[in-house]
């Protein structure tokens, strides 16, 4: 339709993608088989891609989309199988219209399974450059700690050398705060963000997915986050949103996410015709686009079906995304 042909050819930012989330089942069992990695003999979702991804269409909250999320990483084991993964995002990005990208992954994950964070970075980082070559897309790395883990292994983790370096010469730009919200509140984590901050790195946490909006106050009181991951529960609390809006806190909303987690029952009932109202700042993305149905063209052909946004609305959209991006003022200005 011609409507997807103008979705499609806007200057998109992606800023919530989890590039483990970008692992199809495909490349799930291809990689299994190819690294000897067992997948569990007990669940029937196993027994081919089709039934894994008829099994992902039937995820009833956060933490059963998050067992099959941590079984599924376990197939990555080299910087070759890191690239793979996230070109393989790249090249769906591409073809989406995605201009600039702020992709999450989740070192923990790896390093408690033996994969250390030099063999993620490296795979990570040659795909970027990649695709910053042949597709012309520019991206940042957002490492993101898992809260559900005990505090202090997320702060062992934040002084590991090899990621400090990662901060400090630039191939990581900002820090995130991710897996199981309930009952894990921002202000476990104000230490980690507090030196975050003294080091120059940008600060984001998902917050208001599943948890309550006390979850959004206290990510921008305790954490000092410049930007809010999810956020829908905004729209509980008419005061934090005037206080959103006067901070121009940009959202990262995932429209189809939310539907597949059961956050809300249709897109439709996403607050995206209250943020435009109220002024609130948001992008849209896929999150975990091999989990949940569909890519960020998928996502803002669901928004646009429920909600019906005008030419000049979208383009407020695409505006907010590319001012609320963390890549260096150049790229903006080629973007606006
Ligand atoms: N929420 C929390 N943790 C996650 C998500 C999410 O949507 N995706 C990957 N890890
Ligand atoms: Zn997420």
């Known amino acids: 339709s011609p409507l997807h042909a103008f979705l499609q050819a806007l200057p998109k930012c992606e800023h919530h993608i989890h590039l483990e989330g970008a692992l199809t089942p495909a490349m799930l069992f291809t990689l299994a088989s190819r690294n000897n990695v067992t997948l569990p003999q007990d669940d029937a979702a196993f027994a081919s891609p089709e039934a894994l991804l008829a099994r992902y269409g039937r995820f009833t909250f956060l933490d059963d989309f998050l067992h099959y999320y941590y079984i599924g990483m376990s197939v990555l084991i080299s910087p070759n199988d890191f690239e793979l993964l996230a ?47 042949e597709l012309g897309i520019s991206s940042e790395l957002i490492c993101c700690f898992l809260r559900h883990l005990p505090v202090p292994d997320c702060l062992a983790t934040f002084e590991d050398p090899d990621v400090q370096e990662s901060f400090v010469d630039g191939s990581v730009r900002g820090i995130g705060l991710d897996s199981s919200e309930k009952p894990f509140p921002p202000e476990l984590f104000e230490e980690i963000y507090w030196r975050a901050g003294k080091l120059g790195l940008r600060r984001t946490a998902h917050a208001g997915e599943e948890g309550p ?20 529960r905004l729209a509980d609390d008419k005061e934090l949103m005037q206080r959103v809006v006067k901070s121009g806190t940009m959202l990262s909303v995932c429209p189809l996410s939310n539907v597949l987690l059961r956050c809300v029952k249709t897109v439709a009932e996403v607050p995206v ?31 646009h079906e429920a909600f019906d946004l005008s030419v000049k609305e979208w383009a407020g959209v695409c505006r907010a995304g590319i001012e609320g991006s963390w890549c260096r003022q150049d790229r903006k200005d080629k973007m606006l």
């Open 87 to 133: 070109w393989d995002y790249f090249q769906h990005a591409a073809a989406d219209g995605v201009a600039h990208a702020e992709v999450f992954f989740d070192p923990q994950a790896h390093m408690e399974r033996g994969v250390s964070y030099a063999t993620v970075l490296k795979g990570f980082s040659t795909a970027r450059e990649r695709a910053q070559k």
């Open 273 to 303: 015709r209250k943020f435009l109202d109220a002024g609130v700042k948001f992008s849209i993305n896929s999150d975990d686009p091999a989990y949940f149905g569909g890519y960020i063209l998928d996502n803002y052909c669901a928004v």
């Open 213 to 232: 909006a006390t979850y959004i106050t206290s990510a921008l009181d305790t954490l000092n986050v410049e930007r809010i991951d999810h956020g829908i």
